[in-house]
């Protein structure tokens, strides 16, 4: 049974978790976030980490949270954990009272297929901030 649950990433022991997860999931392929900045998920099975999400306020979309990251160890692929984790920021970002959700992929199938299970569209920010071959997504949720 996986429970997520929002967690204090101000919280050094925290922060550890939230980091290894980074590593064993993006593999140095992603710039590690300041997990103090904004809102973080844990999700555990038992005690066990084996995934999380963060949402920071857009810098480039007024009104948005932008899903900076979402993580699940491969072990626990394909029982919608990160679906999960997205409807955790979502439910955050309505809180904060923001209109949307934003997020990018790039070559990343698995993601922009739960990206599309959960309701997100493809969208062209005014000014792209990523890679060319990346896809912008958002939710509107206010």
């Known amino acids: 049974m996986y429970r997520i649950r929002e967690v204090d990433g101000h919280d050094d022991e925290i922060a550890d978790t939230l980091l290894e997860l980074h ?22 099975d038992e005690t066990e980490p084996v995934g999380f999400a963060g949402v920071v306020p ?42 949307s959700v934003i997020s990018d992929t790039t070559d990343n199938l698995s993601s922009a297929n739960n990206f599309i299970r959960a309701g997100y569209r493809l969208f062209q920010p005014p000014v792209p901030w990523a890679w060319p071959n990346t896809l912008y997504w958002r939710k509107l949720i206010g």
């Open 58 to 99: 857009s810098t480039h979309v007024s009104n948005a949270g932008y899903f900076c990251r979402v993580g699940v160890l491969r072990k626990h692929w394909g029982r919608r954990l990160q679906l999960r984790l997205m409807g955790a920021v979502e439910g955050r970002a309505r809180l904060n009272g923001w209109c």
């Open 23 to 44: 590593r064993l999931t993006f593999l140095d392929c992603a710039p590690i976030p300041k997990f103090d900045h904004g809102h973080w998920w844990l999700a555990r």
